[in-house]
């Protein structure tokens, strides 16, 4: 079995999906090992914790950033991970974080990348008046929101939109996006060629 953390600050609807989708078979051979939050009342870690997964915050308030990453690549090492799954987990990692999991932390942005990297994606696509809008799964890797991708999926803006309901939409496709990207990185079944990420034929 694989062994999955998902660190994340909120919600953690993306974490729920992926979850649902492991329950439902979708992501062969994987477990969730644990859930982890920089927020103590993170309503993702409260869902973690019905569910019962094994779930720990490590607050990053009043602590240094690489003081907060070294307690985190700890707990991610000693629950034995071999996949580190961002899912709205809303901190900068240090290097010693991605080097601590070469190519095995993942990332979702709420944006068709490299366009609108950094924070509120889905309201920068839309200010901007982009007629296609999406999401990214991709490698982590040291600069912001830039890694290998994986997946992209995207979809129509439409006329009618408003940046809420484009979000929405978006982040209906996030939910299909990660598990899909999970289960094709899990299954060791690709080559990466400089950035591209070329899934191998069967
Ligand atoms: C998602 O839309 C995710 O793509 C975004 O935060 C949201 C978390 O939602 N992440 C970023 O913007 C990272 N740069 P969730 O907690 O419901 O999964």
Known sequence: MKRLAVLLSGRGSNFIAIHDAMLRGEIPGAE????????????????????????????????????????????LQRAEV???????????????????????????????????????????????????????????????????????RAIAVNPDDTAESLSARILHEEHIAYAEAIRRVLSGNYTICNRRFIPKKN
């Open 32 to 75: 969730i090992a644990l859930v982890l939050s920089n927020k103590a009342d993170a309503p993702g870690l409260a869902t973690a914790r019905e569910r019962g997964l094994i779930s720990v915050a490590i607050p990053s308030k009043g602590m240094k950033r690489d003081e907060h990453d070294q307690a985190v690549i700890a707990e």
């Open 82 to 152: 071999d996949l580190v799954i961002l899912a709205g987990y809303m901190r900068l990692l240090t290097p010693a974080f991605i080097a601590a999991f070469p190519q095995r932390i993942l990332n979702i942005h709420p944006s068709l990348l490299p366009a609108f990297p950094g924070l509120d994606a889905q309201h920068q696509a839309f200010d901007y008046g982009a007629q296609i809008a999406g999401c990214t799964v991709h490698f982590v890797d040291e600069q912001m929101d830039h890694g290998v991708i994986v997946l992209q």
